[in-house]
């Protein structure tokens, strides 16, 4: 549940920080007018600004400052009402300039907090974060190792591209906990639509800070040196790459004692396919980027006003519309926790669900048990979902009036997703027509003359001796709703 509990199962405490940078879903970059979107040709979304050719001058993009205000906002950070841009110094062959347009010491927000709550009540962790601070990207140096050469290309699309850079605390305790945390933060980046978060187009890029505290038999609490492990391509490379480094600090600590103080801060990078982390050049301090601030581009000043603007636009994030759908729809914040972890669209689908049924129990009934398999099993969107919810309330509507049974009704959900035609053809197309009154009292007394045995047990008080009509029922019409057949046929007997 918390550190301490933790310590005592292990000899030390895993203490974890992350460093995420997050792409800005705007169309244009942060401070030229060039196009953001992916997958065009090597170097055709470029321009004097961004190439940072002499001459040329940045003008801040208003509504990727808004989005980043959205996010730190969600995030619980404080906003700063004055803010500067800074230039970070370094050089790389991806970054034309020979700095990056940042922030520095006075970032645009601070000092917020996120909490995951794991479902199944592992663990519950409020992680604090240092700040929030808007940048640009670098382009991407493209190793060429599939041609059989050793070039390296420079494409400079990237460059200039809209990031926010959002550093926690170290207030993680596990590899879990920090999968966790991530994946609570994409689903809050993607509800505001601050960023698709999409981490093979390197929307979202993860650094990981991990090192150990291990009690000692003084009282003093040792600290391993702490590891940076760099640009982790998913989550679970994250946990896997915090599970490999635990494991490899405390062999380390074991065998040398090193501690935090007399050894520096270490770099490593996630070699994926190995498994295993490996020493990467040292991380350079902040002064090594000689930051002077932006001779180019005029501070920011951000009013109440504005921030009162962008709050009325922000929605309901995840955290609060789980309690809010629980509450509206009279459903266990269990499937709440579920359905909102599906994302935003998934939640109008279901909300347009419950309010066609009148019932939201049964509508997050059908989400779970049919929808959502069925979307893991085909892949897509919710948004690309064949049957709508009209569709679907019209078909369990049926369900629940009577007309068919709930497998039948699964077995008209799968022909009216594969066909995607309406629920009343393929009704009518299948033959399922809803048995009538008088034709089910016809079928009940005929099962009822061929079947004295059962007849007689139910007369002697065993009511559920008239399961054994239910199979001889959906045999003389497979039509026939079980349960309107068990009463009739109870109530048939009982008036003999
Ligand atoms: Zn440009
Ligand atoms: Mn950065």
């Not at 972890?341 to 049924?357: H, K, P, S």
Request: aromatic residues 6%.
């Amino acid at each position: 549940m918390n550190a301490t509990a933790a310590s005592t199962a292990a000899p030390f405490t895993t203490i974890v920080g992350l460093e995420v940078h997050v792409q800005l879903q705007t169309l244009t970059k942060l401070f030229c007018g060039c196009s953001t979107k992916f997958g065009a040709p090597p170097n055709t979304q470029v321009c004097p600004t961004c190439l940072g050719l002499p001459g040329s001058l940045p003008v801040m993009n208003r509504h990727a400052f808004e989005l980043a205000l959205k996010a730190a906002l969600a995030l619980n950070c404080r906003i700063a009402g004055f803010t500067k841009w800074d230039r970070k110094n370094y050089f790389y062959p991806d970054l034309p300039k020979g700095y990056q347009i940042s922030q520095f010491d006075l970032p645009f927000s601070a000092d917020g907090f996120l909490e995951v709550v794991d479902p199944k009540g592992a663990f519950s962790r409020r992680v604090d974060i240092v700040r929030v601070h808007l940048e640009e990207d670098a382009g991407k140096s493209m190793h060429d190792e599939a041609a059989g050469t050793a070039d390296t290309r420079i494409d400079l699309n990237r460059a200039g591209t809209p990031l926010c850079e959002i550093v926690t605390q170290p207030d993680l305790r596990s590899p879990q906990e920090a999968r966790a945390w991530l994946n609570e933060l994409k689903l809050l980046l993607e509800y505001l639509g601050v960023s698709d978060c999409n981490m093979q187009e390197g929307s979202l890029r993860v650094d990981a800070n991990v090192n150990l505290h291990i009690p000692q038999p003084d009282g003093r609490i040792a600290k391993t040196p702490i590891v940076e492990i760099k640009n982790v391509n998913s989550f679970r490379s994250v946990e896997r790459a915090l599970v490999y480094e635990t494991a490899r600090q405390w062999e380390e600590w074991q065998a040398t004692k090193a501690e935090m103080g007399k050894t520096p801060k270490q770099t490593r990078g996630w070699d994926d396919p190995a498994g295993v982390t490996r020493a990467q050049r040292h991380k350079e301090e902040s002064s090594d980027y000689r930051y002077f601030p932006e001779p180019d581009l005029v501070p920011v000043t951000v009013s109440e006003q504005q921030l009162a603007e962008v709050r009325s636009r922000m929605g309901e994030p995840p955290t609060i519309l789980r309690k809010t759908l629980a509450d509206r729809w009279k459903i266990s914040p269990y499937d709440a926790d579920v359905l909102v972890n599906q994302g935003r669209e998934l939640v109008a689908y279901f909300e347009d669900l419950a309010t066609a049924l009148g019932d939201g129990k049964v509508a997050s009934n059908w989400m779970q048990q049919d929808v959502l398999r069925t979307l893991n099993e085909r892949g897509g969107t919710i948004g690309e979902f064949p049957v709508r919810p009209a569709a679907l309330a019209d078909l369990i509507g049926r369900v629940s009036k009577g007309d068919f049974d709930t497998s039948r009704g699964r077995e008209i959900f799968a022909e009216v997703l594969a066909s995607g035609r309406p629920v009343a053809d393929v009704v009518a197309s299948l033959g399922i027509a809803a048995v009538g009154d008088d034709e089910l009292t016809a079928l009940c007394r005929e099962l009822l003359a061929e079947n004295p045995k059962i007849v007689a047990d139910v007369k002697g008080g065993k009511e559920q001796a008239a399961a054994g009509l239910i199979g001889q029922a959906k045999k003389k019409n497979p039509n026939v709703n079980p349960g309107k057949v068990r009463a009739m046929c109870i109530d048939l007997i009982r008036a003999m």
